[in-house]
């Protein structure tokens, strides 16, 4: 169904007298219905001045009689001269041409072309003289039939004269029409229109306006009805807080005053008003913040009540918010503009870019994405019918949903469909600044330039500037936030997953809100994330602010699809390539019979026949490798591709391909000179090796070349063949086939992946197929070795120890259970010196969902060191338990913690979180519950104003005098949630601030709490989950 609508304006006559404001009014009535209601640009026709002649407005009506269907519905507006003739009782619409009756247009011709139209609706409203001769009296009908039964309508402006205005205004009639327009906030029929313009005309003794349905047979009884296309109710009713600070950006050496920010949510009325001091001229400047979602028409009448000044001085500024999806931009615009008759107006979003903040440099030729054989991947969905550009681009223009992850596994295709993502929003939004950050290469960057607390979005901008040396561009922090909340930079950052397992105490968690905080104005950012499946999956996130999918693996339809593209269509070819993936598909589920088919396999494989001069020969083989397991679906997949290379190309055997690899992720970190390829080459393989070699590889399906460096082709590939590396020094065989020696880059390694429950420790172990005395052997001769090294600083041993034994424990549960037993024999054999004696024992960032407990009873610690090891109070301890010379960080003791007092540990050193938790321990549990009394009585007591429990503002009040109250070293953040959770507080958000309340129902509790020590079953269950 089409709405339809047709403009007739006519200002300039041969015979008459010229008009004012008719064509005015037409355009105003078009962008009105076009901003707000279900009008379409395309769906419109307009007749001005010379072309709005007898002839071509007859020709028009024909046009709608052949074109409209009975789904559609036409709105007719005629703003010109009319006439009226006594002797035939007609009325006429004066044309551009018309001299006489003879010439005009008559009302009887315009309602039978209405009569012969199919439509189901028309609409008529005719501003001339004499324009009510068009119209009956009507009967009205029950809601449910207005939009049913066919109707045709008309408002007329006037029984004889229609008051002109003057060329910058709108004749009474209009202005009034759009003053219901502009007001509505809902849908609305013909008559509610018609009765509202009735209603302002009627003390008007000179013009009365009329509507009724026409004298034809077509119409029916039913009505048309303006339906809103984007209600203002969708529009959240909100202020933006930042824009005194993007006035300064703006004019750093101004001076800027706040007027007033004033709101009236009833009434929707809101906005904020600086004014700018200019000295020297001695002449002021207005900025004025229209909310998003306010009445503009109320707005304006009580800022000329209220501010008439800033409409006196010609010199206002006003800063609008865009909508996403908004169309008519433009449009909008003019409408503010004829209402409040600004200096200039702006879109804020838009003024942040281009007036507040450096020129980006964008390069606006190149894409991310350079592949030509490009399918779109499957995605987990309900729907099976969407596809994941149509869910990305309902995110795009959302709001206050500021991110969009992209998961699955390594290799999946997430980087590709993030990066044809961000070529489709450029090519819509040719000015996005778009910040793509690899995880991979700003690793480093972000580790060094690491300060204490959490990292937030911002650090990842600075260490990709950083990384490429380009901190001269650099946005300081405020003006990012700024430009990131406004929509003008979209983030993508690749493989969050590399932070996640290479930056320790990462937490994704302030991470992601750290986003959210850098969107909580104008709510626009957008930021695409990629990370691994089982590395998302780790997080418990809110999802109301984010969008997540997780790509599939190809099925054969979708295999087939991609290899067609590939080889633009050649049967051979796609027959060849499905045969050889079929060597590497795998079912989808144990459930189901489909087979799937990993991408990075199928791109292996379209690159490979894409490079064959001959027939393609399959080879059957078994996998015959001394590094890869036949017993792991990507080693057999690599053993393939590399044997396959070997007989193609006459390359390497596969192990020395696969040492190349090895030495390559390893000393190298997936990246080399290609000039240096050969040398490296013959450096992992210990001979030297043909130039003919050295070239295939630069072809090989695992490396790619940029520029002038090599690197894999899959980021996953670097930590893959890292793991072989570390199992083949842990792994004992009766071949004796093991690594012995250990150098730097294993310590390195061991440090930066090996922390407990990391993806890299599950790959290592799944190439350990035994766990006996032998490998425990192999553990020990490790440690000793880097123990006793006299080239390795002592806090390097301290981390690798950790992660060492963090990786032997990874194992030992896989063979045997979680147990005290279990675990504690393991710590015996790696750090047992003689009996109960323990030496140089490392425990870093020890913590899982099930405790690893240990039993030290009876046992010495001796240079020991403890940091970040939740279950340390769940272990065994005796009175015969020492801890001599050892370090306890990020530790803390509870009540149950039994056999340990404060006189077992000798000489070591702790921080004030285990300090403090032994002082409450010796306390005993009345002393705490004392404390706890106490530390209770003071925070609610933070509430308390003129002998009255009040709210309180969370910045000014609770949170700066918090630490005063807090000798317990409870965490603010867990303890607020525990009483919004336990519904003694309620957090509302004023100015875009936290204002705190205690609940009505616990406000009796605590008032005789505070008062005279009164617990009942509020504050005692306050009390039991503190205790906890």
């Known amino acids: 169904m089409s709405n339809h609508l047709f403009l007739i304006g006519v200002n300039e006559y041969q015979y008459q007298n010229n008009l004012s404001s008719s064509v005015k009014d037409c355009v105003d009535f078009k962008d009105v219905l076009l901003e707000k209601f279900d009008f379409e640009e395309q769906k419109v026709y307009e007749i001005y001045n010379e072309n709005a002649t007898n002839k071509k407005i007859q020709d028009a009506f024909r046009g709608y009689i052949k074109q409209l269907t009975e789904d559609d519905s036409l709105i007719i507006y005629y703003s010109g001269h009319g006439e009226y003739d006594d002797i035939s009782n007609t009325g006429y619409w004066v044309t551009h041409e018309g001299s006489d009756y003879t010439s005009y247009l008559p009302n009887y011709l315009i309602v039978n072309f209405i009569n012969y139209m199919k439509c189901k609706h028309v609409f008529l409203i005719s501003d001339a003289c004499f324009s009510n001769s068009l119209l009956l009296n009507g009967t009205f009908k029950k809601p449910i039939e207005y939009l049913e039964k066919q109707s045709r309508w008309a408002l007329t402006s006037a029984y004889n004269e229609a008051k002109d205005s003057d060329d910058v205004s709108n004749t009474l009639f209009c202005e009034t029409m759009l003053e219901f327009l502009e007001l509505t906030d809902k849908d609305f029929r013909v008559t509610e229109l018609i009765e509202f313009v009735k209603s302002k005309f009627e003390i008007n003794e000179f013009q009365a306006p009329q509507g009724a349905p026409l004298q034809i047979n077509s119409h029916k009884g039913g009505e048309f ?184 596994t390594g290799g999946i295709g997430k980087t590709t469909i993030a990066q044809y993502l961000a070529d489709n929003l450029l090519e819509e939004n040719p000015d996005l600044y778009v910040l793509f950050i690899d995880s991979v290469q700003i690793k480093d960057s972000l580790l060094k330039n690491k300060k204490s607390g959490s990292i937030n979005i911002y650090h990842f901008y600075e260490a990709l500037l950083d990384t490429y040396d380009n901190n001269e561009e650099k946005l300081s922090e405020e003006l990012f936030k700024i430009n990131l909340d406004a929509g003008n930079i979209l983030i993508i950052i690749d493989g969050l997953d590399e932070v996640i397992s290479k930056i320790s105490n990462f937490s994704v968690d302030e991470f992601i809100e750290s986003i959210k905080t850098f969107s909580n104005e104008l709510g626009h950012a957008k930021v695409i994330i990629t990370c691994r ?144 390829l050969k040398s490296v080459i013959e450096e992992s393989i210990g001979q030297r090796i043909d130039i003919n070699n050295v070239e295939a590889f630069k072809s090989h399906p695992f490396l790619k070349v940029n520029d002038q460096s090599i690197v894999f082709r899959y980021d996953f590939l670097t930590d893959l063949f890292k793991s072989i590396y570390i199992s083949r020094h842990i792994t004992y065989n009766n071949n004796n086939t093991f690594e012995t020696k250990i150098d730097r880059k294993f310590i390195d390694i061991i440090i930066e992946s090996c922390w407990y429950g990391s993806a890299f420790n599950n790959d290592v172990l799944s190439r350990v197929q035994q766990w006996t005395d032998n490998e425990f052997l192999l553990i020990y001769d490790i440690k000793n070795q880097v123990q006793n090294s006299n080239d390795v600083e002592v806090m390097i041993k301290r981390k690798f120890l950790a992660n060492l034994f963090n990786l032997s424990l990874t194992i030992n549960h896989s063979f045997k259970d979680n147990n005290i037993e279990s675990n504690s024999a393991i710590l015996y054999s790696m750090f047992e010196k003689n009996k109960d004696y323990i030496e140089f024992l490392s425990v870093i960032n020890l913590n899982s969902d099930r405790p690893v407990r240990f039993n030290f009873s009876d046992k010495s610690i001796v240079d020991g060191y403890f940091d970040n090891y939740n279950d340390f109070a769940k272990c065994t301890f005796n009175e015969r338990t020492q801890f001599i010379n050892c370090t306890i960080l990020n530790i803390k003791l509870n009540h149950s913690t039994n056999g340990l007092a404060k006189n077992q540990f000798i000489d070591c050193s702790f921080d004030s979180i285990f300090d403090t938790s032994f002082e409450l321990k010796e306390t005993g549990i009345e002393g705490y519950n004392e404390s706890l009394k106490t530390f209770l009585n003071q925070f609610f007591k933070l509430f308390f104003s003129n002998g009255r429990i009040g709210r309180q503002w969370e910045h000014k009040v609770i949170a700066p005098r918090y630490s005063g109250v807090n000798k317990l070293r409870i965490d603010y953040n867990s303890f607020i949630k525990l009483l919004r959770k336990q519904n003694v507080l309620t957090v509302s958000v004023e100015q875009g601030k936290n204002k705190f309340a205690i609940n009505d129902n616990a406000k009796e509790s605590i008032i005789k709490f505070t008062k005279d020590g009164t617990v009942d079953n509020i504050i005692l269950g306050l009390y039991n989950s503190l205790k906890k």
């Open 225 to 408: 009805i303006f339906k809103i296309q984007s209600p203002n109710d969708n529009r959240k009713f909100k202020g933006y807080n930042d824009l005194s600070k993007i006035l300064k950006f703006y004019k750093r050496n101004a001076q800027f005053n706040e007027i007033e920010t004033y709101e009236d949510r009833t009434q929707k009325i809101g906005y904020s008003l600086f004014r700018e001091v200019d000295s020297v001229l001695k002449k002021f400047a207005y900025y004025l913040y229209l909310y998003d979602g306010a009445n503009q028409t109320k707005t304006l009448i009580h800022l000329r009540e209220n501010h008439s000044v800033i409409f006196k001085e010609k010199n206002l500024i006003i800063f609008i918010t865009s909508e996403k999806g908004q169309k008519n931009k433009e449009i909008r615009k003019k409408n503010i503009h004829d209402k409040f008759k600004p200096l200039n107006i702006f879109y804020i979003e838009e003024f942040i870019k281009e007036h507040c903040t450096p020129k980006f440099e964008t390069d606006t030729e190149s894409k991310y994405l350079n592949i030509s054989n490009f399918v779109l991947p499957p995605f987990k969905s309900n729907d099976k019918d969407i596809k994941i550009n149509g869910v990305f681009n309902e995110w795009f223009e959302s709001i206050e949903k500021p991110i969009f992850v992209i998961k699955g």
């Open 533 to 676: 499946t089982y590395f998302w999956n780790l997080t418990d996130l809110n999802s109301n602010y984010f969008n997540v999918v997780e790509l599939e693996p190809f099925n054969e339809t979708r295999a087939r699809e991609l290899f067609n593209i590939s080889f633009n269509n050649d049967i051979k070819k796609t027959n060849k390539a499905i045969q050889i993936a079929s060597e590497f598909k795998y079912p989808s589920s144990t459930e189901e019979k489909e087979y799937i088919y990993h991408p990075y396999v199928l791109d292996i494989i379209q690159t490979i026949i894409n490079s064959e001069k001959e027939d393609i020969q399959l080879t059957e083989s078994d996998l015959t490798s001394n590094y890869l397991s036949n017993k792991i679906k990507t080693d057999f997949i690599i053993y393939r591709v590399c044997q396959r290379e070997k007989i193609r190309v006459g390359q390497i055997e596969v192990d020395k391909q696969i040492e190349f690899f090895i030495n390559f992720s390893v000393n190298n970190r997936g990246i080399i000179r290609i000039a240096d």
